[in-house]
């Protein structure tokens, strides 16, 4: 019989209770229940026969849920799975461990597309516009050799027979299938055949943590075979709906509040607070949970769900330890589609570090960051794109030891969640130990250069959380300043120091986001470090100091192991909308829609106001590639320079041995030695030198990496400008903003 259809039994079953004892496991979270009676938390509804109008949305209506189904993710998971089962390309690649240096061979220049603030040609779809042999000409001649599409698959959610839109950008996804907006995947096929043809590769996304509000979450609510495993769900009896507050009518579901979150924990139906709130705002978001309308299932019985979502309430989170395994085999599904249907290469994994949570001991929190099945579903994430050939990278901003362990087993690299408030910090002051602090954290932590992703500007708000210093070491001691701060002050004053430098009153045009950030573009952020307050204030003569320090922060991202990616945004210097041009995005707290005008690449439609989603067109300080790439002064064929550098010598690759002292304030030295080797057999020494300030300076340069006697060569021109003395240190000067990439050379034997 289909388990959708009712039956006239009533399924009853007395639930037990059982007090347990509480204690606390080796790594100091807490154990579970010594004893647990699985039968005891097992409990069935009563079932009955209805009939319903075929027109209605609802679990009763065969026609609906079939409607449902066929535009599920896990259907499609279901079908690809056994299409590829028993395949010999499963077994052709080694896939245990990540392997960084293999992932940056296959691409480490990468442009990070954000698909609905894309300026295409009149009638040109997104991919289409990504398929642009043009376009991927202009990014060759720069040194792009990667291309991030961003989300395009279908996104948002479906109430009744209609589709809603999209919460959170595309990451809250409801089908495998690429969303009409951006196209359709006989184009995706096309621009991976293009980016070929010029040396690149095309990265998908996949979102291992949760989905939108589609078929599966819907199918789920309606109780329909093993769809609820897929979602951290739990169905509240009728007896406790009194604890549930009313869902209005215009509405499916609203966040719980802290009393009703920490009532029902304390009945055993969810296990209540978690670490931290993401995305925590008053009246809209003051818990991880939130409650559906009453919903009829298939088999007639009305329910109400508490389900989790770590992000908004439009993002139900993924279950991954479900008996039915059903929230893995989406994922699963989903990420094997990106890879053999549409032919990328990488994927990214999106807010992967929340895969796992456990309740903990009477009055603490949840485990939910840094849990061993967050480790576990990576690694099999991971390891199945690795078997088919691809690599992962991950968007993970926790601790670095939480980085570190996850990248052990997980995706191949990391976003560099660790250094970039910091050298934002760095432009912002006028001060680099911050940076150099978060440099030598990562190395002595076990973190290298060569696993992170190194960005500029993308999708999101410039991140401050700083989560490595303000949760797991809030305690520990820092010397700063001539002091010693623990983790916590630590990041409380450098959270502080960015939001006064570049939000009003310094500068009206970033904004906060929540707790997380500052909403910005990497030029406009520029521009309030120079001292412009409002976006008027910026004038064609400004533009040439914005570009030199945008080069000098590309420089740093370019100019070490590692991928380097940049954005649209970053390539025209497009600057944050004024927020009553997004102030309907804006409206629930959301900001970070300012930093995402839309831009136009090439220069197609300059008289086009809007991409074809609808957000309004940034201004850009820079121009479009093709006018840029005609002027050797443009930031286009600037950066063009700091990646053929970037390639000679092989930096992507390279091991970084140093990061020493400095004689200036605003100086940062990197001491890299790259997989090249000299003639004596030793692999070459290069360095990395910024000055992140506005002024010119004069300082001493000294590490103990760098070889005696060695001379010291300006890769821009091969001249030779010191040598290393037996203090082993050379003299430099460099400019305001200045950068330079220098090559040791040994003295002969």
């Known amino acids: 019989m289909d388990e959708s259809e009712t039956t006239d039994a009533e399924i009853t079953e007395q639930a037990e209770t059982e007090a347990t004892t509480i204690t606390y496991d080796e790594q100091l979270y807490p154990a579970r229940p010594r004893r647990l009676r699985p039968r005891a938390n ?204 009313e869902v209005p009518d215009h509405r499916d579901s609203v966040n719980l509040d802290a009393a009703t979150e920490a009532a029902l924990a304390e009945r055993g139906y969810i296990i209540g607070e978690l670490q931290r709130v993401i995305f925590y705002a008053p009246g809209v978001k003051e818990t991880n949970w939130s409650v559906t309308a009453p919903v009829i299932g298939v088999d007639g019985v009305t329910r109400r769900w508490v389900y989790l979502h770590y992000f908004k309430e439009g993002q139900p989170s993924v279950n991954w330890l479900d008996p039915t395994f059903s929230g893995m085999r989406l994922v699963i599904g989903d990420a094997l589609h990106s890879l053999g249907d549409l032919g990328t290469s990488a994927l990214r994994l999106d807010a992967n570090g929340f895969l796992g949570v456990e309740k903990s001991a009477e009055g603490l929190p949840a485990w939910s960051e840094g849990h061993p099945l967050s480790h576990a579903a990576n690694h ?194 497009a600057l944050t909308l004024p927020r009553a041009e997004v102030a309907d995005l804006i409206a629930d707290g959301d900001t970070r829609w300012i930093e995402r005008g839309a831009h136009d690449l090439l220069g197609v439609a300059p008289d086009q106001e809007r991409s074809a989603y609808g957000m309004p067109r940034a201004r850009s300080l820079y121009g479009p590639l093709t006018e840029q790439l005609q002027r050797p002064d443009s930031f286009a064929s600037g950066l063009g320079d700091l990646l053929r550098i970037r390639s000679k010598y092989g930096i992507a690759s390279a091991r970084q041995v140093d990061v020493p002292d400095v004689a200036h304030p605003g100086m940062l030295v990197l001491v890299h030695e790259l997989e090249s080797l000299d003639e004596q057999g030793l692999p070459i020494v290069q360095l990395t030198v910024l000055n992140l300030s506005a002024e010119a300076m004069d300082g001493t340069v000294r590490s103990d990496a760098m070889p005696l006697g060695a001379a010291v060569v300006d890769a821009g021109d091969d001249t030779e400008i010191a040598t290393v003395d037996n203090l082993s240190s050379f003299p430099l000067s460099i400019g305001p903003y200045g950068v330079r990439f220098l090559i040791l050379r040994r003295p002969a034997p």
Not at 137 to 143: K, N
Not at 416 to 430: K, M, S, V, W
Not at 543 to 556: G, M, S
Request: aromatic share 10%; net charge negative; charged share 20%.
């Open 42 to 245: 097992l409990r069935g509804g009563s079932i009955r026969r209805t009939v319903s109008d075929p027109r209605a949305a609802n679990g009763l209506n065969p026609a609906y849920v079939q409607w449902l189904v066929r535009q599920s993710m896990l259907k499609d998971a279901d079908v690809l799975s056994r299409q590829l089962s028993g395949s010999p390309s499963m077994w052709r690649n080694p896939y245990a461990r990540p392997d960084a240096r293999r992932a940056v061979a296959t691409s480490d220049v990468w442009f990070t597309a954000y698909p609905i603030s894309l300026i295409t040609r009149q009638d040109q779809s997104f991919l289409a516009a990504l398929a642009d042999p043009e376009l991927w000409a202009a990014f060759q001649r720069i040194g792009i050799n990667g291309v991030h599409t961003g989300p395009v698959k279908l996104a948002g959610g479906i109430r009744g027979w209609q589709e809603t839109p999209s919460v959170d950008g595309h990451f809250d996804r409801i089908g495998t299938q690429i969303d009409p907006i951006f196209g359709d995947e006989e184009t995706f096929q096309r621009m991976t055949d293009v980016a070929e043809e010029h040396g690149g590769v095309v990265i998908d996304d996949i979102v291992p943590g949760h989905t939108g509000k589609g078929a599966d979450f819907r199918l789920a609510e309606m109780a329909y075979k093993d769809y609820p495993g897929i979602y951290h769900m739990v169905e509240i009896p009728p007896e406790e709906w009194h604890l549930l507050p």
């Open 380 to 573: 099999v994430i991971a390891g199945m794109v690795r078997k088919v050939g691809g690599f992962t990278f991950q968007e993970l901003n926790l601790t670095v030891e939480d980085i570190r362990d996850t990248g052990a087993v997980g995706a191949d690299l990391s976003y560099d969640f660790i250094n970039r408030p910091a050298y934002h910090h760095a432009l912002a002051t006028g001060d680099t130990e911050f940076l150099r602090l978060t440099l030598r954290t990562s190395l002595e932590l076990g973190v290298e250069p060569v696993s992170l992703v190194h960005g500029l500007q993308n999708h999101d708000e410039l991140t401050y959380e700083l989560v490595h210093w303000a949760t797991l070491h809030k305690n520990d001691l820092y010397p700063f300043r001539y002091q010693e701060l623990t983790g916590g002050e630590l990041a409380e004053l450098i959270r502080s120091e960015l939001v006064e430098a570049l939000t009003a009153p310094s500068a009206d045009f970033n904004l906060v986001f929540t707790t997380n950030g500052i909403a910005c573009t990497t030029a406009s952020l520029i521009a309030a470090t120079q001292g412009h307050a409002t976006l008027d204030s910026i004038t064609e003569a400004d533009v040439p100091a914005i570009r030199d320090a945008h080069l000098l922060l590309a420089a740093f991202n370019a100019w070490q192991p590692g991928v380097f990616a940049l954005s649209g945004w970053d390539l025209l210097g």
